[in-house]
């Protein structure tokens, strides 16, 4: 599962792990993503994304039904 929110966009930072001596070392921040199953009540099924928890509130806050519109305008099989 690759750490991209569907919803937000969200993806990996990248970066230096600093140590004491502060010798450098590449590191990444992940973003807090899950796959969460949403009911589709137009076409009466579920359907599984994998959003971030920001994602999550943004579907709380618009409803299921206006995010996936917009997803599928951008061409994101749903």
Not at 33 to 40: A, D, F, G, P
Not at 47 to 61: A, H, N
Request: charged share 30%; glycine share 8%.
């Amino acid at each position: 599962m690759s750490a991209i929110c569907q919803v937000t966009g969200r993806k990996p930072g990248f970066g230096n792990r600093v140590s004491h001596s502060h010798k450098r070392s590449k590191r990444r921040w992940d973003p807090n993503v899950q796959r969460r199953r949403y009911w589709l009540p137009s076409e009466g099924r579920t359907i599984t994304l994998t959003v971030s928890t920001k994602g999550i509130k943004t579907i709380d806050r618009r409803g299921i039904e206006a995010v996936v519109a917009e997803l599928r305008r951008k061409g994101v099989q749903v």
